[in-house]
């Protein structure tokens, strides 16, 4: 099946630093991945979608200027929080778009950031 | 805009069987899916619907009713690794959008 990976899986750091997650397709190329945001004991909430080649889509609401999104390969979409506060503490998550004609997306493992 | 509804907590007994069931308002519609996801993990694909009707893997069934728009995922042989929240989200010419989830607690 479709693996995506995340790294790290999780991630302390101090308010005002930035930290990029990648996430990563494995074993199918993927033109399009989505990061998702996940506070505790809530839903996941789209914050952006991830398009190879060309500027991410941000769901109203999502700073694209603190939240920067780059899919330079078919494989890799990374997300870096700029100057981190400790409200951006939270459960991140990006999936990858199947192909073939089923919308299916495939889910990484998540990587949890705490900002001190 | 999109919604979904479904309930928030439900709790059964190991070995039975429990429904959940979500209600969606969205344009575009392709498809239902479900997803679980255990307390510090991320979520894993049950099933999808695209179409009409029962899909059954395993102990795990969805159902869809288009008209209705209205589905459920039905778990039976409820076990104790069970306990998880499960997501509705549906599908459609936008990314997946997730209910607020269904805490799941299996009790002995």
């Known amino acids: 099946g479709a693996v995506v990976s995340q790294h790290p899986s999780w991630v302390i750091c101090k308010s005002g630093t930035s930290v990029k997650i990648e996430c990563r397709s494995l074993?199918?190329?993927?033109?399009?991945m989505f990061w998702y945001r996940q506070f505790p004991k809530q839903s996941l909430m789209l914050m952006a979608t991830?398009?190879?080649?060309?500027?991410?889509?941000?769901e109203q609401g999502v700073e694209k200027d603190k939240f920067l999104i780059n899919h330079a390969s078919l494989t890799l979409s990374t997300l870096t929080v700029t100057s981190a506060h400790p409200e951006d503490s939270s459960f991140y998550i990006c999936?990858?778009?199947?192909?073939?004609?089923?919308?299916?997306?495939?889910f990484g493992p998540g990587t949890r950031l705490t900002v001190t | 805009g999109q919604s979904l509804e479904q309930p928030s907590e439900v709790t059964a007994v190991e070995g039975a069987i429990v429904q959940i069931n979500c209600t969606y308002q969205?344009?575009?519609?392709?498809?239902l899916s479900w997803y679980q996801q255990h307390d510090g993990g991320a979520p894993t694909f049950l099933s999808y619907?695209?179409?009409?009707g029962l899909e059954e893997t395993g102990r795990f069934s969805s159902f869809l009713s288009r008209s209705d728009s209205y589905g459920y995922l039905l778990l039976q042989e409820l076990q104790m690794k069970d306990s998880a929240s499960y997501f509705c989200?549906?599908?459609?010419?936008?990314?997946?959008?997730f209910g607020k989830g269904t805490r799941l607690s299996v009790i002995a």
């Open positions: 999936s990858a778009l199947s192909g073939g004609g089923r919308y299916e997306q495939y």
């Open positions: 074993d199918f190329q993927a033109t399009t």
């Open positions: 991830s398009n190879e080649g060309s500027k991410a889509t941000y």
């Open positions: 969205t344009s575009g519609f392709y498809g």
């Open positions: 619907n695209g179409l009409d």
């Open positions: 989200a549906v599908s459609g010419n936008t990314p997946l959008v």
